[in-house]
Antibody
Framework: EVQLVESGGGLVQPGGSLRLSCAASGFNFSADYMSWVRQAPGKGLEYVATINQDGREKNYVDSVKGRFTISRDNVKNSLFLQVDNLRAEDTAVYYC?????????WGQGTLVTVSS | EVVMTQSPLSLPVTLGQPASISCRSSQSLVNSDGSTFFTWFHQRPGQSPRRLLYRVSNRDSGVPDRFSGSGSGTDFTLKISRVEAEDVGVYYCMQGTHWPFSFGQGTKLEIK
C-alpha cells in the first residue's frame, strides 16, 4: 500500500521559513516523479512544484520561484519542500503527491499558516 | 498558463440520477507525443483528493464503473451514471501537459 506522510507544517510569521517533509513507502520511490500541491483554506488546488526521479529536473509555479525549493532523498524515500520568505498567501495545506502529470496518490497534508 | 474552466460549479443531484461535469482548457492538452494528460479527482470534505480517471478516460483501481470520462483537445466531461451518497464532495479536473500544471475551480456535488 502506498503511503505518503507529510510533516513540518506550523504557524510561522511572514518572512519566516519551514522545511516540509514527506515520508514515502509502499512503492519504488526512486522511480517516480513527485510533487507538492497546496490548498488554501476553503479554496481549490494549486500545483507548487515537481521533481523528477534523480532530483535534477525541478519545476516551480511562478508565485514560489526563488522562495521554495523541492528536493528528495532516494535513500531515505523522502521528499522535501523548503519554504522561505513566507507570505500570508502561502497559507495552505501542503500535499505530497506521487507522480506529476496526474498524481495517483496523495498524503494527508500538512498545514502551513503564515500570520503575525 | 493553461486555464481550466469547470461547469457547473455547483451540482445538486437526486440519488440514482446521472450527473455530468464539463471541463474546458484554454489550450489543447495533447502532448507532443500524442498523449493527453487530463485527470479527474474527487475530494470529500476533510479528506485528500483521490484520483478517479487519468489520461481522460482510464479509471483508477477501485473506482466504480459508474464513473466515466471522455473528451479530447480542449473539452472534457466526467459522467456519473447513477449518483450515490458517497459521491458527494468536490470534483476537480487537472491538466498535466503544460507547466505549470493546473486545476479547475472545482465542482461541488451535493444530494438534493
Amino acid at each position: 500500500e502506498v503511503q505518503l506522510v507529510e510533516s513540518g507544517g506550523g504557524l510561522v510569521q511572514p518572512g519566516g521559513s519551514l522545511r516540509l517533509s514527506c515520508a514515502a513507502s509502499g512503492f519504488n520511490f526512486s522511480a517516480d516523479y513527485m510533487s507538492w500541491v497546496r490548498q488554501a483554506p476553503g479554496k481549490g488546488l494549486e500545483y507548487v512544484a515537481t521533481i523528477n526521479q534523480d532530483g535534477r529536473e525541478k519545476n516551480y509555479v511562478d508565485s514560489v520561484k526563488g522562495r521554495f525549493t523541492i528536493s528528495r532523498d532516494n535513500v531515505k524515500n523522502s521528499l522535501f519542500l523548503q519554504v522561505d520568505n513566507l507570505r500570508a498567501e502561502d497559507t495552505a495545506v501542503y500535499y505530497c503527491a506521487r507522480f506529476a502529470r496526474g498524481p495517483a496518490d496523495w498524503g494527508q497534508g500538512t498545514l502551513v499558516t503564515v500570520s503575525s | 498558463e493553461v486555464v481550466m474552466t469547470q461547469s457547473p460549479l455547483s451540482l445538486p443531484v437526486t440519488l440514482g440520477q446521472p450527473a455530468s461535469i464539463s471541463c474546458r482548457s484554454s489550450q489543447s492538452l495533447v502532448n507532443s507525443d500524442g498523449s493527453t494528460f487530463f485527470t479527474w479527482f474527487h475530494q470529500r470534505p476533510g479528506q485528500s483528493p483521490r484520483r478517479l480517471l487519468y489520461r481522460v478516460s482510464n479509471r483508477d483501481s477501485g473506482v466504480p464503473d459508474r464513473f466515466s470520462g471522455s473528451g479530447s483537445g480542449t473539452d472534457f466531461t466526467l459522467k456519473i451514471s447513477r449518483v450515490e451518497a458517497e459521491d458527494v464532495g468536490v470534483y476537480y479536473c487537472m491538466q498535466g501537459t503544460h507547466w505549470p500544471f493546473s486545476f479547475g475551480q472545482g465542482t461541488k456535488l451535493e444530494i438534493k
